[in-house]
RNA sequence: GGCCCCGUAGCUCAGAGGAUAGAGCGACCGCCUCCUAAGCGGUAGGUCGAUGGUUCGACUCCAUCCGGGGCCGCCA
């Protein structure tokens, strides 16, 4: 139940009744008819513009039809009183038994409270984190890894059919030089001193990846050109980084559906596929680039290439393909992985990338329009940087001195809840300052703390009641305006989900537990004055049942939303 | 030079085209005999970067400009 969508519909037919009885035009759109929470609670509890929009296309008087409108509307049962204010706006308060209902049916419905029909089984997938299989994630990593993990969690919640996928770079030059990198330890294992030339990963994550090579290899590769060894230690250097980046991903509770590796796409004709299909679309040709503007490379010449004609899609300038020298670029198996997606029948795509990638954006959604005539759509999501700091000192990474901060850091460090949900504080497009003093901090301060509180609070409170043998009554007493206040924001959650799956932004999740956490500490604090708001009632069964009732509805909505964050819901504090 | 993102209170940031633009921090003033004060209430603080445009209505959409960041031929 959404509320708003209901009050909505109940608009709609009354705008529908107000044609068909002549007083208002047929043919009218309602498209623009809007039901929304007004920002001024004292403007009541919903407000409609629909008078507003209706007021041209309807040629008549902004305030006429919301008086008509209004004066029809009070005969919803559910609509207290439904007044004209300002320029034609319909303020409506509800009776109190809709909040009444509200709160039950968050108890009723549990975990599914707040499930909706928006994306009816729509086939969605979901590619993030696609880090290179060279080395551990590090924290711009992480935020990928949990802005796309909660992002698909909440399209899940949302109704939608959602696949969640990393793409391995596999194929490219970068798996070489982890191949002669991993050698180099390989040699180590067997008493040679490395030779960690300029260029190849240093990193001490690989002295064991050289040890099982011993293992597996004995003293056989050695002295033997790289061309006898590069293929069998690429492969085996790949598979030990995609297992380390597994465990990494595990740590923080992420789990793919599928991984796809880019390397299956060379020699196996898939290439050539996706790429037959943008020239039976005559978008495939050769030609010469314009060199770029502004910074020209030293040593740019003109080379004829095969380029992909993304402008006709939107893009700035069209796209190399091949290389002068025959080999495909990095951009010819992006486009074969997005075509195998389409032909697995996803109906929309997300590409979670870093911010660092934005350049390949218009290229993408050029292909995707391209390969499936503009029928699937793509969302191609950033992440801004993440800066680290500790008690609000800039904390210091060197590539170079190897000194990065891995993911496996911060989750050890921090834990993976508090790390999932500091990571949803901020939009995927903002940058976003994370201290390692201040997310552990156990303070208002600290949104994480502050709405798993409020999730302690409750489960606190009913363990008490659970020792007065109650009966667990779904009914609430509303009574003070604290209480209906945290009633309205639960009726709120199911259109938030709506919006932040819409939107595709799972840090308006975060947000929201924020602000229902600080309705439900306000309501609890006025337990304090107030002994009648209390939600347990000592000696007195029913009326704890009754008071009980809003906190329990209040942890069900935490708690569905913090597992949509990915966060677990804590039963107290410690 | 081109493209993308950002610009909202002193600071960090929210804000589906709606009414008098919000929250937290910091500052100031209050609230524990009482389910966790690990909390709550109040006060102060704004030309929403600028100028035009679209609209009944613009922080929101469009154009131009200013400021900050990122990316920019065959690299991955």
């Known amino acids: 139940m959404n509320i708003f969508a209901d009050i909505r519909t109940s608009v709609i037919e009354t705008l529908d009744a107000l044609v068909a009885e002549g007083r208002l035009p047929s043919g009218l759109s309602w498209g623009a008819v809007a039901v929304e929470p007004p920002r001024d609670p004292a403007h009541g509890d919903m407000a409609t513009n629909a008078a507003m929009v209706l007021a041209k296309p309807a040629d008549k008087a902004p305030r006429d039809i919301a008086v008509e409108l209004a004066e029809r509307l009070t005969s919803d049962p559910r609509i207290a009183t439904a007044e004209v204010a300002g320029p034609g706006f319909i303020n409506i308060r509800l009776v109190p038994e809709v909040w009444h209902d509200v709160v039950a049916e968050a108890i009723d419905a549990g975990r599914s409270f707040g499930h909706s029909g928006l994306g009816a089984g729509v086939k969605v997938n979901i590619e993030y984190v696609s880090a290179n299989p060279t080395g551990p994630l590090h924290v711009g990593h992480t935020r990928g890894a949990v802005f796309g993990d909660a992002l698909a969690a909440l399209l899940e919640f ?32 067997n008493g040679l001193s490395p030779e960690i030339a300029e260029g190849l990963y240093p990193g001490d994550y690989l002295v064991p990846v050289g040890e099982a090579l011993k293992v597996k290899y004995g003293d056989r590769l050695l002295n033997l050109p790289e061309g006898e060894w590069l293929t069998e230690v690429r492969d085996f250097a790949t598979d030990a980084m995609m297992e380390l980046i597994r465990e990494d991903l595990a740590t923080l509770g992420v789990k793919m559906d599928h991984f796809f590796s880019e390397k299956s796409l060379y020699g196996t004709g898939r290439i050539e596929a996706a790429i037959a299909e943008l020239k039976k679309r005559g978008l495939i040709y050769k030609g010469t680039l314009e060199p770029p503007k502004g910074k020209v ?73 391209a390969l499936s005539d503009g029928r699937v759509p793509v969302d191609i999501k950033l992440t801004q940087l993440v800066k680290l700091y500790k008690n609000g000192e800039p904390f210091k990474m060197s590539k170079r001195a190897g000194t990065f901060i891995t993911l496996r850091d911060v989750v050890e460090e921090v834990g993976a809840d508090v790390t999932r949900f500091v990571m949803l504080t901020r939009k995927n497009d903002a940058p976003l300052d994370f201290d390692f003093a201040k997310v552990t901090e156990q303070s208002k301060d600290n949104p994480v703390f502050y709405v798993q509180y409020a999730h302690a609070r409750v489960r606190s409170v009913m363990r008490r009641a659970e020792t007065m043998h109650l009966d667990w009554s779904d009914n609430a007493r509303l009574e003070d305006e604290a209480e209906f206040t945290v009633a309205k924001k639960i009726a709120e959650w199911p259109r938030l989900i709506e919006i932040a799956a819409r939107n595709h932004e799972p840090h308006r999740v975060a947000f929201y537990l924020y602000e229902l956490a600080s309705d439900f500490h306000a309501l609890w604090n006025k337990g304090n004055d107030n002994s009648a708001l209390r939600f347990v009632q000592e000696g007195n069964p029913q009326a704890t049942a009754a008071k009980i009732a809003l906190p329990r509805a209040v942890a069900v909505v935490i708690a569905n939303g913090l597992r949509i964050l990915g966060v677990t819901p804590v039963e107290e504090m410690r």
């Open 158 to 189: 949302a109704g939608y059919d959602v696949t969640r996928e990393y793409y391995i770079n596999d194929g490219g030059a970068q798996v070489d030089v982890l191949a002669r990198s991993a050698y180099e330890r390989y040699r180590e294992a």
């Open 297 to 369: 490379p030293e040593d740019w010449e003109p080379r004829e290439q095969t380029l992909f004609k993304s402008t006709e899609h939107g893009d700035d300038v069209d796209r190399p393909i091949m290389k002068s020298d025959g080999a495909w670029t990095y951009f010819a198996p992006d486009i074969a992985y997005h075509w195998d997606k389409i032909a697995r029948g996803f109906d929309e795509l997300i590409d979670v990338f870093g911010a660092d990638h934005g350049g390949y954006v218009k290229r993408m959604n050029a292909a995707v329009s």
